[in-house]
Protein backbone atom coordinates (compact mmCIF):
# COMPACT_ATOMS: atom_id res chain seq x y z
CA UNK A 1 0.00 0.00 0.00
CA UNK A 2 2.69 2.86 1.11
CA UNK A 3 4.91 1.83 -2.30
CA UNK A 4 1.86 3.18 -4.40
CA UNK A 5 2.10 6.76 -2.32
CA UNK A 6 3.16 10.05 -3.92
CA UNK A 7 5.90 11.94 -2.90
CA UNK A 8 3.55 14.77 -1.13
CA UNK A 9 1.66 11.88 0.77
CA UNK A 10 5.16 10.55 1.70
CA UNK A 11 6.66 13.55 3.07
CA UNK A 12 3.25 14.55 4.94
CA UNK A 13 3.18 11.10 6.75
CA UNK A 14 7.21 11.42 8.15
CA UNK A 15 7.72 15.58 8.28
CA UNK A 16 5.91 15.52 11.82
CA UNK A 17 7.77 12.07 13.36
CA UNK A 18 11.27 12.56 14.66
CA UNK A 19 12.56 9.39 13.44
CA UNK A 20 16.03 8.56 15.33
CA UNK A 21 17.56 5.72 13.69
CA UNK A 22 19.83 2.69 14.64
CA UNK A 23 21.74 0.73 12.63
CA UNK A 24 21.68 -3.36 13.67
CA UNK A 25 24.16 -4.61 11.71
CA UNK A 26 26.17 -4.15 8.07
CA UNK A 27 27.78 -6.91 6.13
CA UNK A 28 29.80 -7.44 3.46
CA UNK A 29 28.47 -9.97 0.86
CA UNK A 30 29.98 -11.68 -1.80
CA UNK A 31 28.79 -13.57 -5.34
CA UNK A 32 30.88 -15.39 -7.07
CA UNK A 33 31.13 -15.99 -10.72
CA UNK A 34 33.03 -17.92 -13.27
CA UNK A 35 35.25 -14.43 -13.77
CA UNK A 36 35.72 -12.95 -10.41
CA UNK A 37 34.67 -12.45 -7.29
CA UNK A 38 31.72 -9.27 -6.75
CA UNK A 39 31.45 -8.05 -3.26
CA UNK A 40 28.51 -5.59 -1.73
CA UNK A 41 27.28 -4.47 2.05
CA UNK A 42 24.10 -5.58 3.33
CA UNK A 43 22.73 -3.02 5.64
CA UNK A 44 19.64 -3.67 8.07
CA UNK A 45 18.22 -0.29 10.26
CA UNK A 46 15.85 0.44 12.58
CA UNK A 47 13.69 3.32 12.41
CA UNK A 48 11.63 5.07 15.49
CA UNK A 49 10.25 7.71 17.08
CA UNK A 50 10.54 6.45 20.43
CA UNK A 51 6.85 7.57 21.35
CA UNK A 52 5.04 4.17 19.38
CA UNK A 53 6.45 4.06 15.70
CA UNK A 54 8.82 1.83 15.03
CA UNK A 55 10.04 0.32 11.81
CA UNK A 56 13.02 -1.55 9.45
CA UNK A 57 14.67 -1.30 6.10
CA UNK A 58 17.57 -3.72 4.68
CA UNK A 59 19.78 -2.75 2.46
CA UNK A 60 22.22 -3.85 0.01
CA UNK A 61 24.47 -2.09 -2.06
CA UNK A 62 28.67 -1.41 -3.29
CA UNK A 63 28.92 0.65 -1.05
CA UNK A 64 28.44 0.20 2.73
CA UNK A 65 26.93 4.22 3.09
CA UNK A 66 24.56 3.73 0.51
CA UNK A 67 23.26 0.59 1.69
CA UNK A 68 22.80 2.40 5.17
CA UNK A 69 20.85 4.87 3.24
CA UNK A 70 18.42 2.75 1.38
CA UNK A 71 17.57 0.41 4.67
CA UNK A 72 16.96 3.55 6.10
CA UNK A 73 14.40 5.25 3.57
CA UNK A 74 12.70 1.50 3.38
CA UNK A 75 12.47 1.95 7.19
CA UNK A 76 10.08 5.11 6.99
CA UNK A 77 8.11 2.90 5.00
CA UNK A 78 7.36 0.04 6.94
CA UNK A 79 6.53 2.29 10.18
CA UNK A 80 4.01 0.42 12.16
CA UNK A 81 2.19 2.11 15.43
CA UNK A 82 2.83 -0.04 18.98
CA UNK A 83 0.67 0.37 21.59
CA UNK A 84 2.31 1.33 25.04
CA UNK A 85 1.07 1.92 28.36
CA UNK A 86 3.18 3.65 31.20
CA UNK A 87 6.16 2.46 29.36
CA UNK A 88 5.44 -0.92 28.56
CA UNK A 89 3.48 -3.35 26.46
CA UNK A 90 -0.50 -3.99 27.27
CA UNK A 91 -0.21 -8.04 27.47
CA UNK A 92 2.04 -10.69 27.12
CA UNK A 93 2.54 -11.33 23.27
CA UNK A 94 3.89 -14.22 20.81
CA UNK A 95 5.20 -14.40 17.12
CA UNK A 96 7.07 -16.64 14.89
CA UNK A 97 8.51 -15.27 11.58
CA UNK A 98 10.77 -18.44 9.98
CA UNK A 99 12.66 -20.27 12.13
CA UNK A 100 12.36 -17.17 15.01
CA UNK A 101 10.37 -17.00 17.97
CA UNK A 102 9.97 -14.03 19.80
CA UNK A 103 8.22 -13.76 23.52
CA UNK A 104 7.15 -10.42 24.91
CA UNK A 105 5.77 -9.66 28.03
CA UNK A 106 5.22 -6.64 30.50
CA UNK A 107 7.50 -5.45 33.42
CA UNK A 108 7.12 -3.30 36.25
CA UNK A 109 8.83 0.22 36.40
CA UNK A 110 12.04 0.01 36.98
CA UNK A 111 12.92 -3.25 34.89
CA UNK A 112 13.96 -1.99 32.01
CA UNK A 113 14.33 -3.56 28.62
CA UNK A 114 15.81 -6.90 29.58
CA UNK A 115 16.71 -8.27 25.52
CA UNK A 116 19.21 -8.86 23.56
CA UNK A 117 20.69 -7.92 20.11
CA UNK A 118 18.25 -6.75 17.04
CA UNK A 119 15.51 -7.46 19.72
CA UNK A 120 16.58 -4.74 22.13
CA UNK A 121 17.44 -2.13 19.20
CA UNK A 122 13.66 -2.57 18.01
CA UNK A 123 12.21 -1.95 21.65
CA UNK A 124 14.28 1.08 22.18
CA UNK A 125 12.93 2.62 19.04
CA UNK A 126 9.22 1.97 19.71
CA UNK A 127 9.96 3.61 23.02
CA UNK A 128 9.64 1.04 25.25
CA UNK A 129 11.05 1.24 28.93
CA UNK A 130 10.04 -1.78 31.12
CA UNK A 131 9.56 -4.91 29.03
CA UNK A 132 10.75 -8.84 29.54
CA UNK A 133 11.48 -10.89 26.39
CA UNK A 134 12.83 -14.02 25.24
CA UNK A 135 13.82 -14.68 21.47
CA UNK A 136 13.03 -18.80 21.22
CA UNK A 137 14.64 -20.83 17.70
CA UNK A 138 16.56 -19.01 15.29
CA UNK A 139 18.69 -16.24 15.71
CA UNK A 140 19.25 -14.70 12.84
CA UNK A 141 18.93 -11.16 12.53
CA UNK A 142 16.58 -10.20 10.12
CA UNK A 143 14.09 -13.20 11.07
CA UNK A 144 14.29 -11.60 14.98
CA UNK A 145 13.65 -8.20 13.99
CA UNK A 146 10.12 -9.33 11.31
CA UNK A 147 9.38 -11.53 14.48
CA UNK A 148 9.41 -8.63 16.59
CA UNK A 149 7.81 -6.22 14.67
CA UNK A 150 5.40 -8.66 13.88
CA UNK A 151 4.52 -8.84 18.18
CA UNK A 152 4.53 -5.14 18.33
CA UNK A 153 1.83 -4.98 15.75
CA UNK A 154 -0.48 -7.74 17.11
CA UNK A 155 -0.34 -5.53 20.65
CA UNK A 156 -4.18 -4.10 21.56
CA UNK A 157 -4.88 -1.89 24.28
CA UNK A 158 -8.70 -2.15 26.60
CA UNK A 159 -9.23 1.12 24.60
CA UNK A 160 -9.15 -0.70 20.81
CA UNK A 161 -10.46 -3.71 22.46
CA UNK A 162 -13.55 -1.97 23.85
CA UNK A 163 -14.25 0.10 20.28
CA UNK A 164 -13.43 -3.53 18.33
CA UNK A 165 -16.13 -4.87 20.56
CA UNK A 166 -18.49 -2.20 21.21
CA UNK A 167 -19.03 -2.29 24.55
CA UNK A 168 -17.34 0.21 27.35
CA UNK A 169 -13.84 -0.30 29.04
CA UNK A 170 -15.25 -1.52 32.61
CA UNK A 171 -17.46 -4.33 30.78
CA UNK A 172 -14.06 -5.80 29.11
CA UNK A 173 -12.61 -6.27 32.60
CA UNK A 174 -15.78 -7.60 34.12
CA UNK A 175 -16.69 -10.14 31.63
Do not use: W
Not at 11 to 32: F, I, Q
Not at 88 to 108: D, F, M, N, V
Not at 114 to 136: C, D, F, H, Q, T
Amino acid sequence: MTAFLSEKEKKTKYSGLDLKERLVGVTRVCKVTKGRRYFSFSAIVIKGNENGMVGYGFGKSKEAPDAIHKAGEQAKRTLCKVCISNGTIPHEQEAKYGGACILIKPASEGTGIIAGGPLRAVLEAAGLRNVLSKSKGSSNTHNVIKATIKALSYMRDVKKIAEQRGISIRKVYNG
